[in-house]
């Protein structure tokens, strides 16, 4: 396809070695796993070695791995599975960031209009959580804390370690939102403190609608699917073989490739940063610090970013304002507000987002793309 695409953190391109990897159990290898004949046996010892090898790029037992639809699905089916688990203790109350993705907080209200009473912690103005946030909103019914481990929307890595820490000290259960992190930053799970963990297959080269939910042994989770005894009897369903091994082998690759796929995208973003904020025009940055290298949230002033983006599109230029999934209801980001912009500010706001496919020259013609549709704003006004 022409034009050059900078909405990696919506989704990434399957990567042509994960297809090759998947091809078989998409045509002659396409036995049940769950069967018991050879067609069955085969399928089932690739879904064993796909979850092998996710087990042993995690660092933990392939018994803490169970394989879902996507992430949304995992984080889902962590906070019911998890909140649900907790109740039967007595414990009622949850905490989460309010920077969170539809997937978590969705989930939370559901957990809400079932009684659970929920907390919701805002970020600093630069779009972290403070640790400290969560230790005054723990209460001696907590039975879950949720926060994500990068955002969406901004990039800003979240103190996960530290907030894993103070949870485990109180005996609470602690669940990450890994999905935007995972091709980034080296994913372990134990030294990380995390009892539950979520990530994505698309968001790292890999097939759409699979992903995967570490959960620490001995930590209990309810069903969210009931059916056969897939998935240690945790999620019924016939296993996807396909997906399952484009999972595991994106997943390695991108850990294989990881410092320099990230110094070649934090170089096209860097290339992009540069002919933007150097143009003049009056631009901020949403979102400081520790971040990931291929998110840049920036505002534009005097722009409407609905527009923005289609004239973009118009100009072969591909983006989002934030989430994917809320890009068709033209609310301003709820992130954007919770880190203490104006509504006005968040509809200023845009998500360019670069990957390992994005040129240092196609960043440049991008940006200059971008100045040049700002400046017609201004013409027009
Ligand atoms: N969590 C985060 C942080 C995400 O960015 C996304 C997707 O954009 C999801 C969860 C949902 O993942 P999926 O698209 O695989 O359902």
Redesign the pocket.
């Known amino acids: 396809m022409k034009g050059i695409y900078l909405d990696y953190?919506?989704?990434t391109p399957l990567d042509g070695e994960v297809l090759e990897a998947m091809t078989p159990y998409l045509t002659s290898e396409f036995g049940n796993a769950d069967s018991l004949h050879s067609f069955g046996r085969k399928t089932m010892s690739a879904i064993d070695k796909a979850r092998d090898m996710l087990a042993e790029d995690l660092g933990v037992s392939p018994s803490e791995i169970y394989f879902t639809?996507?992430?949304?699905?995992?984080?889902n089916w962590a906070i019911f599975g998890l909140a649900r688990a907790q109740k039967e203790v007595g414990k009622t109350h949850v905490v989460v960031s309010s920077i969170?993705?539809h997937?978590?907080l969705s989930a939370v209200e559901e957990l809400e209009r079932e009684g659970f009473s929920v907390t919701y912690v805002d970020p600093n103005k630069r779009g972290m959580v403070e640790p400290n946030a969560f230790l005054e909103a723990i209460r001696q019914d907590t039975g879950l804390v949720a926060v994500?481990h990068?955002?969406?929307e901004t990039g800003v890595l979240q103190p996960v370690e530290e907030i894993a820490k103070l949870t485990k000290e109180k005996g609470i259960v602690f669940f990450s939102?890994c999905?935007?992190s995972a091709p980034y930053v080296a994913l372990k799970p134990r030294e990380m403190g995390v009892d539950a963990l979520?990530i994505?297959?698309?968001?790292f080269y890999g097939p759409?609608?699979i992903?995967a939910l570490y959960v620490k042994k001995g930590v209990k989770i309810k069903n969210l699917h009931f059916g056969g005894e897939q998935e240690r009897g945790k999620r019924g369903g016939t296993l996807p073989t396909a997906s399952i091994v484009g999972l595991a082998h994106a997943y390695r690759k991108s850990c294989l490739h990881r410092e320099v796929n990230n110094q070649a995208i934090a170089s096209a973003r860097l290339a992009f940063e540069k002919v933007l904020l150097g143009s003049g025009l009056q631009v901020t940055v949403n979102g400081e610090g520790n971040k990931i290298p291929s998110v840049l949230n920036v505002q534009l002033y005097g722009v409407h970013n609905t527009s923005f983006l289609s004239k973009m599109d118009l100009e072969g230029v591909a983006l989002s304002a934030g989430?994917?999934?809320a890009s068709a209801s033209l609310k301003p980001s709820e992130t954007l507000l919770s880190m203490g912009l104006t509504e006005a500010e968040a509809s200023e706001s845009v998500r360019f987002s670069f990957g390992k496919h994005t040129t240092v020259l196609e960043a440049e013609e991008a940006a200059r793309i971008a100045v040049r549709v700002i400046k017609g704003f201004g013409d027009e006004a």
């Open positions: 953190a919506s989704t639809s996507g992430g949304t699905e995992s984080d969170e993705h997937a978590v994500m990068a955002n969406n939102d999905v935007q979520s994505s297959a698309h968001k759409k609608g992903g989430a994917a999934c």
